[in-house]
């Protein structure tokens, strides 16, 4: 059985928006929340010294803000998000080594002109495997 990852409705339209923004070099964040449920997507910049749009890197202290934006949310940082141009959201071989144990990957591909992005996949792995994505809209608590 796949596992699933769901997104609020909130994080899901902010993930669409940021991996938008893919100009040049690849849009890259973490994936904030609770067990396999994402509540808020945080963007990092990219830092990634390779050939222009073929992969990205965080930084430690961009991974330990994220982490303490999560805590001091009372969340924790569930996997990253990163943006594949013209290519289809598939894991390369560099994704898979540098995804921390445990963390799901959430992969979209980008097309169209730099003028008016597309987002025209988007698929979740964990461990390894491809996950189905659900959107849901956000409980309110009264
Ligand atoms: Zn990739």
Sequence with gaps: MNATVSFTKNAYDDLLSDCRLHNRVERVGLLIGQASHVSVILPRANHWRGRMGDGFTMTRADLKSGHDFAVAAGLVVLGRYHTHLHHPPLPSRLDRLS????????IARIDAPPD????????????????AITVREECIAS
């Design 99 to 106: 995804l921390p144990p445990g963390w799901m990957e959430v």
């Design 116 to 131: 008016r992005r597309n987002v025209t996949e988007v698929r979740a792995y964990r461990n390894g495997s491809p996950c």
